[in-house]
């Protein structure tokens, strides 16, 4: 995605820096504009050695890092696919609120035609402020997004809100609010289960697996993105994304209660979570004590959430689900898709380290048709994408 940063005089402006640098290390192209106050608190050098993209700004005669001599605000509008302020003052809020044009910033924003997305940060005086509440709102009638600011202290010493939003926030609703929405997913429910699921022995110890549930996140992720309505079921400790509901759960048990809850309303289902097939037949309340010699643990099986929700599907539902093998995959694959009536699998060949804990990954689709080209090796964001992509193509060309 091309993003346009704006960075204007609120003393939040060196975080800027670092979500420019983030931002760019997650494949985006960065150019960045300071406002004239912006430049009192980060430099352009900062900006360009971080991004690898020019910094642009309101004076003319700040020398190298002013790049484009001709129109330079219509060419930056027209470049950019989203305009990202941050951290945006209450001035800059004002001014394009009202349609004011009196530096490079302001002039910019009001002559794109891209989504603009603004990260206020100021004190808490400022932040409540009606003038400053009503700029917002009229901010948000243009079609503008809005990542509020959290609460805490603040650099003037008070402890309320303003303070800017966390940056891996404002970069998740960067990605949101750059990506376009796909006609076959927009406004549809998406169940997506992910993680690990843990079976307790007793209050200390547990059955799990490798899975961190990384590349069902990234699933949620993508799928939120291309504009569906997501609600992920999570195992596993690893933060939950921004932008989506997230249910929380421990056992495979505890799982398949939340997935029924939510099944009945959703359009499709991809099932990425890693659910542990067996689980202690008699969990203890006590720690187990040690004993001497070999020890016996009786297992039995737990519900298989895949299966379960695959039949109880009413007709329109879709369901995908994940296989993780280590051998002849897509023998296996095929016949979970026949044995379980799921629309597609998704194979993982888990030799050589692949896919539990690693960065990249590669996923072959298996659907009735046979298996399809694989999509990746790409690192899971991106692999995410892609079997987004790939979906909701399928769906776009008929009923799966
Ligand atoms: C030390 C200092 C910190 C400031 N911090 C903020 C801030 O966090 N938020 C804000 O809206 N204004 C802040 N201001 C005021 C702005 O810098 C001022 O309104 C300026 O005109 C903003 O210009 P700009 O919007 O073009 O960058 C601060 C000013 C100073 C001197």
Redesign the pocket.
Known sequence: MRILLG???????YKAADLARLLTHQGHQVRSI?????A??ITPLTLTSLTGGPCYG?NPDQGEWRANPSIEHIELARWADLVAVV???????G?AANGLAS?L??TVLLATRAQVLWA????TG?WEHPA?QANLARLRTFGHAVVDPGEGV???GEEGS?K?ADLLTIAEAIQFHGTPKLSSLIGRRVLITAGPTREDLDPVRTLTNRSTGAMGIELARAFRDAGAKVQLVLGGDLPAPWGLETIRVRSAQQMLEACKAHWPQADGLVAAAAVADQRPESPSTQKVKKVEGTEMLSLVRTPDILAQLSSQRRPGQWVIGFAAESEDHLVHAMAKLQKKSLDAVLVNDIQDGQAFGAQANTLIPVTDQGPQPALGPLPKDQLAQAVVQWWAQRLGAGPV
């Open positions: 960075i204007t005089g609120g003393i939040a402006a300071l406002t004239e106050a912006g009192r608190f309101a951290p945006a003052t209450a001035n800059i809020i001014k530096d910033l302001s206020p940060a100021m004190n400022m400053v603040l650099a003037c303003g800017l």
